[in-house]
């Protein structure tokens, strides 16, 4: 199973990289039908709060991939949010195997 991280327009630092790792790890162990996870970061409208977006694609054959993207104000916020708004697509594809 391949992670793949992007940070737009801003260096990422190792203890958010740990960070999501460790929530992949989690939803990849509860459905291991994922192959490939895609995380991209990025800031939006600097100077406004709620300004962290995280979009989440999961690849899980041979179901359609799955997409899920939320704005909060931490990265960690946005990315727990965005993995909330998976789980449900993720447990239908899980019972039409």
Do not use: G, Q, W, Y
Not at 5 to 12: G, M, N, T
Not at 50 to 71: G, Q, W
Not at 80 to 85: G, P, S
């Amino acid at each position: 199973m391949e992670v793949k991280i992007k940070a737009i327009h801003f260096d990422i630092n190792d203890r958010l990289v740990a960070f999501i790792n460790k929530k992949i790890d989690k939803i990849t162990r509860r459905f291991e039908a994922i192959t490939e996870v895609e995380v991209t970061l990025k800031v939006v409208k600097p100077e406004t709060a709620m300004n962290k977006e995280a979009a989440i694609k999961l690849l899980v054959p041979p179901a359609a991939d799955l997409f899920a993207s939320k704005t909060a104000d931490s990265f960690e916020e946005a990315i727990d949010l965005a993995l909330d708004a998976l789980e449900k697509p993720l447990e239908k594809a899980k019972a039409h195997k």
